[in-house]
């Protein structure tokens, strides 16, 4: 075919081709369907090394390739190697605009759409060098701007979590009404929040409460696991964790009251509350998940056997930690300027945020 | 506790235990490029598998870690791989330091080296997709792996959450009691992929229960991606986490650029050297993990500190300095922010 001949080099990165300055690759026409356009293109196959076990094979049609400006292996933007999501949303961030790349859905529009000479979505920029250096500059100047003002991503996200609060407010309000009639007092019965938190318990449970819905588990158990000094706890079993998302509360097992107790004493916040117990406090960004040892123990049916149970617990712990915040007053420790590094100055951002506000809603999409 | 990087990987089954690779009979004709019987009656094709994944136990060093394999073992994942420590493919549970190996090279290849697809399948089985960044498993058949024991709810919540965080760094569990079903969400995907296939057609039912013997009777788990949370919360910490992740993703890429535009004349060809040598001996010190893209790990304090690096960068870049001009970065080589600490 007179297709073949004229045929261009495939477009492979740098990054699959490997270190090698030489390769050897089999070319297979027609040898292989497009993931993306259905339509069969010309097949190259390679590997990185003669010893390597892992065939590298071009998996879409050079012009879906080109439409997309990626890879035809690695299917990552050819400029930047990222995923092509991911440049998208990068650059509807910079020049404020949604730019996305469409997929056809059905088989008849995807041939289609690859035999159309465009660009796609970020292709258009990131396929043309000096576009390309063009959004790396704003993305400089944005960032740089955001660095003087320093304060610009936290506020940013604390403008967002504010947003996040009113509505789980009037979420809240909601709930409060639905489940005004539900009974969780046997729950509460067995929650140890009339206990006190102190620096020499000796227990291996922990009730861990005031537990974002953003907060993953992995994230409290790496907080956990880096204060204990242990590494992938998960794998020896040290400790498990049970956290109720719906519940916004959680608990917390170690193997061993050794552990426990070490767990304890590294915890260097703690919380008075009203009426004079205590709260340890596990700070995991600009949160703090409080803690309180639990020595009856606990299990998945401590959080609610339901949904609508969680539900109901979540709010009326909310309602506790606004009582204990109320009139609140923070005991730090003296260490505390050493971890320093896990906490937010909350208050310096909110006093920086007025000034910058304008500026970070640039950053806002 | 041993971690398996000091022992060598078990055989799961011995070669001669393994099953016939032809299945029992369920149809007329079978066919040898798929493996599976076609035609006259369909019978039911859910089973439970005879072999499981231990994940302490079994996992070990392999031949595949000698030779930078990036990819596991599908057998091990399933728990019958008969080659043990002389396997090619990598016989652990996926960790931090292997996803950054595979989101360096590849994200559509999952974490056994198998190509994804552009779309889903209908029922959402299978290897995946390489369109959307999937975290989460849907979990059904949840009765025909307790052979119809009856359980309470939270009892089935923790025996889910018990096999599945073996797996892997969990993000969040949520059982759902009406539909009977559970969505499991990782950490990183290449645990949802990994997951995915260790705990399809396995039973859920324990030793001590008195049904053990007869697992085989029942029908084993159905583990398929999920399909986006519509829960409008669950939607709005997904876009959080997207514009974090393209915030990290800024800051890195403008790393690349000052370090190439610092260390000028340097060509496109040189440049673009990979550094997929150079990660897997030095794990990847924890400033540059959090500026990988699959990292959505990242804490905000930590960000600002990147920021404020990046400015230092940019009074380097005015007066380059012989030394900072030498560094010749590809996309993902160590660049010099990471290395003023």
Known sequence: MNDEINELPPKICEQCLGNETNIRMTKIPQGSECKICTLPFTLYHFKTSKRSSNLIKTLICQRCATQRNICQCCM????WHIPIQLRDHLISIVNEENVITEEAKNDMMKRFLSLKDVKLGGAQITSDASEADNIIDKLKSILLRATSDNSNLPLQRQKVTAVNQNEHDT?????????????????????????????????RSYFLYNIDTSIPEWKISDAISQLLDVKKWSDGN????????????????FQS?????????????????????????????????????????????????????????????????????????????????KKGKTKTPKKVHKLKAKKSKSRANKLIL | MKSWKDRSAKVQV???????????????????????????????????????????????????????????????AKGMCCLGSKCQYLHHIPN?????????????????????????????????????????????????????????????????????????????????????????????????????????????????????????????????????????????????????????????????????????????????????KETPEVSINSTKKRLLPIDNGLQSDIFIENLKKLKKNENIEHNPSNSFSRKVGGPLVDYPSSDEE
């Open chain 2, 96 to 276: 931090e330091d292997d996803v950054d190996k595979l989101a360096l090279r590849t994200e559509v290849l999952d974490c056994f080296g198998r190509e994804k697809f552009a779309d889903y399948r209908e029922d959402m089985g299978g290897v995946g997709s390489f369109r959307r960044k999937n975290r989460t498993l849907y979990i059904g058949g949840i009765d025909g792996a307790l052979n119809g024991k009856h359980l309470k709810s939270t009892q089935i919540e923790s025996r889910i959450r018990f096999v599945f965080s073996r797996l892997g760094a969990i993000d969040r569990i949520r059982y759902v009691e009406d539909k009977n079903c559970a969505f499991v969400k990782f950490k990183y995907q290449a645990n949802a992929e990994f997951g995915k296939e260790a705990m399809s057609n396995q039973t859920l039912l324990l030793p001590s229960d008195k049904e053990w013997e007869d697992r085989r009777e029942g029908t084993g788990l159905l583990v398929k991606w999920a399909n986006e949370d519509p829960d409008p919360a669950a939607q709005k910490r997904l876009q959080e986490e997207q514009k974090l992740e393209s915030l990290n993703m800024m800051v890195r890429l403008i790393n690349n650029n000052t370090i190439t535009s610092a260390g000028a004349g340097v060509d496109n060809n040189t440049k673009k050297i990979p550094d997929r």
């Open chain 1, 171 to 203: 979420n809240d309000v909601k709930n409060i009404e639905k489940y005004a009639s539900l009974d969780i007092s046997y729950l509460l019965k067995k929650l140890p929040l009339n206990e006190s938190f102190s620096r020499n318990a000796s227990t």
């Open chain 1, 238 to 253: 040290s400790l498990s964790l049970i956290v109720n998302h719906k519940a916004r509360c959680g608990g917390l097992r």
């Open chain 1, 257 to 337: 009251n050794e552990l426990g107790e070490k767990f304890v004493s590294k915890i260097s916040d703690t919380l008075s509350t009203p009426k004079d117990l205590k709260r340890g406090i596990l700070p995991i960004e600009r949160f703090k998940i409080f803690i309180i040892p639990w020595t009856s123990g606990f299990s998945a049916a401590s959080f609610g056997a339901n949904v609508a149970e969680n539900i109901k617990l979540s709010l009326s712990l909310n309602k506790l930690i606004q009582l204990e915040l109320g009139v609140h007053s923070f005991v730090k420790s003296a260490d505390n300027s």
């Open chain 2, 14 to 76: 011995k070669e001669s235990e393994l099953p016939s690779s032809i299945p029992a009979q369920t149809g007329l004709t079978f066919n040898i490029w798929y493996s599976k019987w076609s035609q006259g009656f369909a019978g039911n094709t859910r089973f439970v598998s005879p072999f499981a994944l231990q994940p302490q136990p079994h996992s070990g060093r392999t031949r595949g870690d000698n030779d930078d394999q990036l990819f596991f073992c599908l057998f091990f």
């Open chain 1, 76 to 79: 990552l933007d050819s400029r």
